[in-house]
């Protein structure tokens, strides 16, 4: 039977007021009016287009936090280093929940050795090499961490962080190869070493974020442009300006127990979209959740003209 026919709403008669339909005339508006608004409101009210941030933007403004997080990088302290997977086999740095852990089934797919890949193999490809590679090479690993801790812990004492003022101590080749490594970056030359795949083109930045991560530079201009998840989360533009909202609901739950204070927040967020999406997809057939509209018509409010003709 046709869903015309019967005595249900939509089989009923019209008996509200009629009027022509001038298609030219929806067009007009919702191509050329509506587009019109966007662009000009768009003008006016979109967020900051703020310059890229790259490595040699980050030596040129904070050298200091730049050489400190180098020495990090040495001496395998820094965030990237003890992330765990996909980036190394950190024990017990992965989210997880319960006995689930997606990091850990991922395994490590792009190794990073933050030593080498940031530090001591971009240094390689400067056509005159410090001579402080090869007694870093040739130094134990117990001797590195050391040289590393020692220049690490000089550098947080000194005023401002500034490697200049670091006191004379035995810290190894760790200051040459760090004011080697900030050379190297103020010239504009370590963006491209640590992008560098081997292929023609390169779309890959993962190398540079996860350095520039590890860093106070990079993190506080994001707290100076609101993007640190205390105001609009993972719904915001640069300035303040809010974003993506249909992101709201991920935003909202990083802002209240147990996620917000949860070293897993980030997979118990996932998991609770997905609980919520499961029962939106299902609501059809869910009794009792189903008749919900039935038992309140709030849609009879909002289309009463329609209801009210029929």
Avoid: C
């Avoid at 900051?48 to 933007?57: A, C, F, N, Q």
């Avoid at 395994?107 to 090869?134: C, E, M, S």
């Avoid at 609901?249 to 204070?261: A, C, G, N, R």
């Amino acid at each position: 039977m046709s869903w015309r026919k019967g005595d249900n709403i939509a089989g009923r008669p019209w008996r509200g007021r009629v009027r022509d339909y001038d298609l030219f005339k929806e067009l007009t508006i919702g191509v050329i009016v509506v587009g019109l608004l966007v662009v000009g409101l768009s003008a006016i009210f979109s967020s900051p287009d703020e310059p890229g941030v790259t490595l040699k933007s980050w030596a040129a403004a904070a050298p200091s936090d730049f050489v400190a997080t180098a020495a990090s990088e040495l001496g395998g302290t820094s965030g990237t280093a003890g992330y765990g997977p996909p980036y190394n086999s950190t024990a017990d740095a992965s989210q997880h929940l319960g006995f689930f852990n997606p990091q850990e089934l991922s395994g490590v797919r792009l190794p990073i050795d933050t030593a080498q890949d940031f530090v001591i193999n971009p240094l390689k490809t400067l056509p005159t090499p410090p001579p402080a590679l090869a007694t870093w090479t040739a130094a134990t690993a117990a001797q590195q961490a050391k040289w590393t801790a020692d220049y690490s812990a000089a550098l947080a004492a000194a005023p401002d962080g500034d490697p200049a003022r670091v006191p004379s101590g035995n810290y190894g080749p760790v200051p040459a190869l760090t004011g080697a490594l900030l050379g190297m970056a103020t010239a504009g030359n370590l963006d491209g070493a640590l992008q560098n795949s081997g292929q023609p083109y390169n779309l890959d930045y993962t190398p540079t974020i996860l350095f520039l991560g590890d860093g106070n530079y990079f993190p506080n201009l994001a707290a100076a442009a609101h993007l640190t998840g205390d105001k609009w989360g993972v719904m915001n533009e640069t300035g303040n300006t809010p974003g993506q909202s249909w992101l709201w609901l991920f935003s909202l739950l990083y802002q209240v127990e147990p996620y917000k204070s949860s070293p897993n927040a980030d997979i118990l967020v996932v998991a609770t979209m997905l609980v919520l999406s499961l029962l939106l997809l299902l609501l059809p057939f869910i009794p009792g959740l189903r008749s919900l509209p039935r038992k309140i018509p709030v849609h009879r409010v909002i289309w009463k003209d329609y209801y009210a003709n029929r």
